[in-house]
């Protein structure tokens, strides 16, 4: 997945993670330090759920796709112990959705030059089946509906999730996005692993993002790309 993109102009575009990454400035030092206190690397522990989110991407989004996806670029060695178990509850938390896909597109790289940012979002499709939203305990019933899905290995969906399904809406021009959806599909039950047992009874959380309130998280997402540009240089040279 790009992390930048060198623009025709030669400006390096930051990827939607970024720009959200050095503006809501999260601090992970409680976490880090929990980590430590247990024994383990946080640097390594981070490189590892990275990993671990990257093959469960992977192993849903290549059954979806109509087209073969790349492979991710990880050696096996590189692997974490239990790769194979966390890849295999992440699919069964998502055939357990119930959800059917239509016309997917599955990790489409796109680039706004003019705005200057790049990202590469989950799934573009047509979705039918139903789910209950995790904010608002609304239940949505979906009959290919077109959708922007993204999904996650954390346990909920937080703002940070809502703001990057704002910014890849703006990508799909070739047609209009009903619904954003973040599925939480968290694999994480083991108390023996740094992951700790977020999940215990393996359920899948949807949250729903109507189009309405989508357009205003990609409005709020532009502001802050606005804000990350004026701090790291001009948008376009002159």
């Known amino acids: 997945m790009a992390h930048h993109y060198k623009a025709k102009d030669g400006r390096v575009l930051p990827s939607v993670t970024t720009v959200l990454g050095d503006m809501l400035g999260e601090d992970y030092k409680y976490w880090y330090s929990s980590l430590r206190r247990k024994g383990y690397d946080p640097d390594q522990v981070l490189i590892d759920m990275g990993t671990i989110g990257t093959i469960c991407h992977y192993r849903v989004l290549s059954k979806l796709s109509p087209s073969p996806i790349d492979m991710p670029d990880i050696a096996i060695s590189d692997y974490p112990e239990g790769i194979q178990n966390y890849a295999d509850l992440f699919e069964m938390m998502w055939n357990e959705s119930g959800l059917s896909v239509k016309r997917a597109t599955c990790e489409k790289f796109s680039v706004d030059e003019e705005l200057g940012y790049c990202g590469t979002y989950d799934l573009d499709c047509k979705i039918s089946g139903t789910v209950t939203c995790q904010r608002t305990f609304k239940k949505y019933e979906f009959h290919d509906d077109p959708v922007i899905l993204d999904f996650k290995t954390s346990k909920e969906g937080k703002e940070k999730h809502f703001l990057q399904l704002g ?61 990350w540009w004026s701090k790291n240089g001009e948008r376009k040279k002159r």
Request: hydrophobic fraction near 35%; glycine fraction near 4%; aromatic fraction near 16%.
């Open 167 to 227: 910014a890849y809406e703006h990508f799909i021009r070739k047609k209009k996005v009903r619904y954003g959806i973040i599925a939480c599909l968290c694999p994480y039950t083991r108390t023996d692993t740094p992951y700790g047992n977020k999940n215990p009874n393996l359920i899948g959380r949807f949250y729903i993002v109507e189009r309405e309130e989508l357009i205003l998280y990609q409005q709020r997402f532009f502001d802050m790309l606005a804000d």
